[in-house]
């Protein structure tokens, strides 16, 4: 099966990677890259690691049609107020009946329910497991082992920048020391704003209550407040009574819709969200009949992201 990737900075690359390690499980091959940056690599072969770039294709439907894929994998960065021009990519590959798999959570968030129709028309997959919580599976686990349930509601820490910058703030760094470290582990947004203001947070927040829960938003309909207004010093009080911060997604059902929100909370230590430490996320889901289910996921890094995609790829592969 042959792929076109749309981006390739730290996750395209892990992905790539990833691909060649595997390749005599999944002997899937990179026939086209497009970037904003370096320009376009094709190889209806397959391309290395460090492929040779040439002048961009003039568009992404041109690039597309040129390199022969039968799946897209977008992994530009994220635009958590428009969601493009990702969601562009990906409707330019259903128009040629090409799969997309993606870990821009972008599209999802501001265009889940008319691009899952579009894929359903132009009858190809359309899978974004890596997009909340890198390779965990989280849609999956729903659409797979969870017959008959209806999820009421979901509970997160899903952004690890925040988290990062939280722990080393209560070291006494200041909050720009933390968004370094957190840049150095790889973990944050290409503009770090959209962590510390929780735009992340509140896109990965929309995506899932939009599949999960039909709630049909998009980031800018969830409240949200970032961490932008901590300081060490306040860290320090809340630990000294055995507090700490993380920034909270929370959504739930009601008569009137779907209630959401991002904003920090103040949480004992003890508590299980308080547990999700440095680069790691948890998710936990309330159901009707199977109760409440939590996915941890420890330390996650650009490979598990990578992985979250060749997952879907894999899935793609078998139902064909």
């Not at 790539?16 to 595997?22: C, V």
Request: hydrophobic letters at 45%; a positive charge.
């Amino acid at each position: 099966m042959k792929l076109a990737l749309v981006g390739y900075g730290r996750v395209g690359r892990a992905f790539a990677r990833l691909l060649e390690s595997k390749r005599a499980v999944f002997p899937f091959r990179i026939t086209g890259i497009h970037t904003a940056r370096h320009g376009t690599a094709l190889d209806q072969h397959g391309l290395s690691l460090e492929p040779s770039f040439g002048p961009p294709a003039r568009c992404v439907e041109e690039f597309l049609d040129r390199s022969g894929a039968d799946v897209m994998v977008e992994v530009t960065p994220l635009n958590p107020l428009t969601g493009e021009p990702a969601i562009s990519h990906i409707r330019a590959a259903f128009a040629r009946r090409m799969h997309v798999v993606t870990a821009n959570k972008g599209p999802i968030a501001h265009a889940w329910a008319a691009l899952r129709c579009e894929a359903e028309r132009a009858g190809v997959q359309f899978r974004f497991e890596a997009t909340v919580m890198d390779g965990a599976p989280v849609f999956n686990l729903v659409r797979y082992t969870l017959p008959g349930v209806r999820v009421l509601g979901f509970t997160g820490v899903l952004n690890s920048t925040t988290t990062v910058v939280i722990e080393a703030m209560s070291e006494g760094l200041t909050m720009q020391e933390g968004v370094e470290r957190a840049r150095k582990l790889g973990v944050t947004e290409a503009d770090a704003r959209y962590d510390i203001d929780g735009w992340d947070a509140a896109a990965k927040t929309a995506a899932l209550a939009n599949v999960l829960l039909d709630a049909g938003v998009t980031p800018l309909d969830v409240p949200t407040r970032g961490i932008g207004r901590l300081t060490p010093e306040r860290l320090a009080e809340l630990a000294r009574k055995g507090k700490t911060v993380r920034l909270i997604s929370r959504a739930k059902r009601t008569g009137r819709g779907v209630s959401l929100r991002v904003r920090p909370e103040v949480l004992p230590v003890t508590d299980p969200l308080a547990t999700a430490r440095g680069t790691s996320n948890l998710l936990l889901l309330r159901t009707d009949l199977a109760g409440t289910i939590g996915v941890l996921s420890l330390s996650p890094g650009v490979e598990q992201t990578a992985y979250g995609l060749l997952s879907d790829v894999v899935a793609i592969a078998r139902e064909l």
